[in-house]
């Protein structure tokens, strides 16, 4: 049973920081590479930032910058660092796993399990 847990969102005027968590549990959490996703209201869901299993880092050029995304092995938990949060990155955001060399990042059909999502606002 494979299980990720989003947590940290929530409302904040633009300029602001938020930090996302995402616990994983019921696999062994460095058999998938990890990443966050988020979707807007009509618009389709879009690549945030991902972490392979050597801990290269990639971000989507919207956020670069301005977000980091970290992981901490022995708690098996996933974190995205929002600073300078602007409205356009009002979403619902979620974490995800897809397989070791299973693709491009940003690719939202390459990813294999998702938490329930967390929703930031920022107006």
């Known amino acids: 049973h494979v299980q990720l847990v989003e947590s940290g969102g929530g409302s904040v005027r633009p300029g602001g920081s938020l930090r996302l968590s995402c616990q994983a549990s019921?696999?062994?959490?460095?058999?998938?590479?990890m990443g966050w996703f988020r979707q807007a209201p009509g618009k389709e869901r879009e690549g945030v930032a991902d972490?392979?299993?050597?801990?290269?880092?990639s971000y989507a050029d919207s956020v670069k910058g301005r977000f980091t995304i970290s992981q901490d092995d022995a708690k098996n938990t996933l974190y995205l660092q929002m600073n300078d949060l602007k409205p356009e990155d009002t979403a619902m955001y979620y974490c995800?796993?897809?397989?070791?060399?299973?693709?491009?990042?940003?690719?939202?059909?390459?990813?294999?399990?998702w938490g329930q999502g967390t929703q930031v606002t920022v107006s």
């Open positions: 995800a796993t897809r397989p070791l060399n299973g693709g491009v990042w940003y690719a939202a059909s390459e990813y294999r399990h």
């Open positions: 019921g696999y062994t959490y460095k058999t998938y590479c």
């Open positions: 972490v392979d299993n050597d801990g290269k880092t």
